[in-house]
């Protein structure tokens, strides 16, 4: 019998020490959560993706409700960046989510958006740096696979 042992690095940063690309995709997320449709949940989830031709595009979650036929944030901003820029490598994508008045200390992809995070990866062959924002602490994983390390694949 063998042991795998998994270790996933997080950083943990205050938005002062983000660099200015950083800080843009975060205050993009952030703004991407007053435009999320959110009738039922009311928790309202942007997402922010840096392509590496400069451009940046956000997605925010939309529901509905025959539910699961809505999207998080994280999908809709990586499929409106694939359709609108497809030879474009995802960078990095900032998430934040806004709940009951304010927005939440901490917010992670769930497993669907981390599995899409993956294949983007493995589509470009190109980690993916995640900035998951909350209101005293940033934290920053730099590859999707750190996030979902036993992911699905051929």
Do not use: H, W
């Not at 958006?113 to 940033?138: A, H, M, N």
């Amino acid at each position: 019998m063998k042991e795998l042992k998994i270790v996933t690095k997080i950083v943990i940063s205050s938005y002062s020490e983000l660099n200015e690309k950083e800080k843009s995709l975060i205050d993009l997320a952030k703004n991407a959560t007053k435009n999320a449709y959110a009738p039922y949940s009311k928790f309202s989830v942007g997402a922010a993706v840096l392509l590496d031709n400069g451009e940046m595009v956000t997605g925010n979650n939309q529901e509905n409700i025959a539910y699961p036929s809505g999207l998080c944030a994280e999908r809709v901003a990586l499929y409106y960046a694939n359709a609108t820029f497809p030879n474009a490598k995802v960078e990095a994508i900032a998430v934040a989510a806004y709940f009951k008045g304010d927005f939440v200390e901490k917010i992670s992809p769930c497993g669907a958006c981390r599995q899409v995070l993956q294949e983007t990866e493995d589509r470009y062959k190109s980690p993916i740096r995640i900035l998951l924002y909350g209101k005293k602490e940033i934290y920053i994983v730099e590859s999707a696979n750190d996030l979902m390390p036993l992911s699905f694949s051929f």
